[in-house]
């Protein structure tokens, strides 16, 4: 488990603010939708993180408000793919793309609420026999 993203608190030996989560958003003409997921992943109580967005060959406007979220914040990337129709394979992109601790998935047409990776990250760190969580979205 690595250590050097991690950051423990003394009192309580928890590790806690520092994991960087990586979230994975595969995408498919989600144009009237995406920014509102977009802005709910940027505009998280827990902001090391990173948004990867793939975009499964979309034929609408998708692709361009996912560029122009990456020109606004570095930590947006975007990858394009020629449409497979299979989201198992651009979420799988997306993680191997990925650089965080921690991986979180969220769908082009779903928001997260404002803390959902504060209370994420917190929960792993204090359950470290846990691997996965899961919600917090609405």
């Known amino acids: 488990e690595?250590?050097?993203?991690?950051?423990?608190?003394?009192?309580?030996?928890?590790?806690?603010?520092l994991n960087k989560v990586s979230v994975i958003m595969p995408a498919y003409n989600a144009e009237p939708f995406i920014q509102e997921?977009?802005?709910s992943v940027l505009s998280q109580t827990h902001s090391n993180l990173e948004l990867i967005i793939v975009d499964d060959g979309s034929t609408d406007r998708t692709l361009a408000i996912?560029?122009?979220?990456?020109?606004?914040?570095?930590?947006?990337?975007?990858?394009?793919?020629?449409?497979?129709?299979?989201?198992?394979?651009?979420?799988n992109l997306g993680v191997k793309n990925?650089?965080?601790?921690?991986?979180?998935f969220l769908d082009a047409d779903d928001v997260f609420?404002?803390?959902?990776l504060e209370k994420a990250t917190q929960y792993l760190n204090q359950h470290t026999h846990i691997e996965a969580v899961y919600g917090l979205l609405r």
């Not at 690595?2 to 603010?17: M, N, V, W, Y």
């Not at 990925?98 to 979180?104: K, Q, R, Y």
Request: charged share 20%; glycine share 8%.
């Open 37 to 39: 997921a977009i802005d």
């Open 2 to 17: 690595p250590t050097s993203l991690r950051q423990h608190d003394k009192q309580t030996g928890i590790a806690c603010g």
């Open 113 to 116: 609420e404002p803390d959902a």
């Open 66 to 91: 996912a560029t122009n979220s990456a020109k606004a914040d570095n930590r947006v990337k975007v990858i394009s793919i020629g449409h497979s129709g299979n989201n198992a394979a651009a979420r």
């Open 98 to 104: 990925s650089s965080g601790e921690f991986i979180s």
